[in-house]
């Protein structure tokens, strides 16, 4: 599976994007898809997951309520609706895939992974 994040930029705080991630390969849709995100100097920690089927979500505290992650299988494509974005936002932000298939909060569970769109929240 190779994954293709983009979306990324420069916007003001309060201000949204929309981030994407194109994956490649047959069994997308069987994956767990995640974003995770690491700003200058920090680990990288998790945003925000979906299941396979997109029935369930899963979103660390910080971004509960401001962001949503959905999925289309169809088009093998990954989404992060990022709202009411903080400065304390900025930082590049991957999406991978778990092959397993559960959810996990953890970078090193994942098996694929895109290389990073920078997103900046100017305040």
């Known amino acids: 599976v190779q994954l293709q994040a983009s979306g990324g930029g420069l916007v003001q705080a309060g201000g949204s994007l929309r981030l994407s991630c194109a994956a490649s390969?047959?069994?997308?849709?069987?994956?767990?898809m995640g974003w995770f995100r690491q700003a200058p100097g920090k680990e990288r920690e998790f945003v925000a997951a979906?299941?396979?089927?997109?029935?369930?979500?899963y979103y660390a505290d910080s971004v509960k309520g401001r962001f949503t992650i959905s999925r289309d299988n169809a088009k093998n494509t990954v989404y992060l609706q990022m709202n009411s974005l903080k400065p304390e936002d900025t930082a590049v932000y991957y999406c991978?895939?778990?092959?397993?298939?559960?959810?996990?909060?953890?970078?090193?569970?994942?098996?694929?992974w895109g290389q990073g769109t920078l997103v900046t929240v100017s305040s």
């Open positions: 991978a895939a778990e092959s397993y298939g559960g959810i996990s909060y953890y970078p090193s569970d994942y098996d694929y």
């Open positions: 390969g047959r069994t997308f849709s069987t994956y767990t």
């Open positions: 979906i299941l396979w089927s997109g029935g369930s979500t």
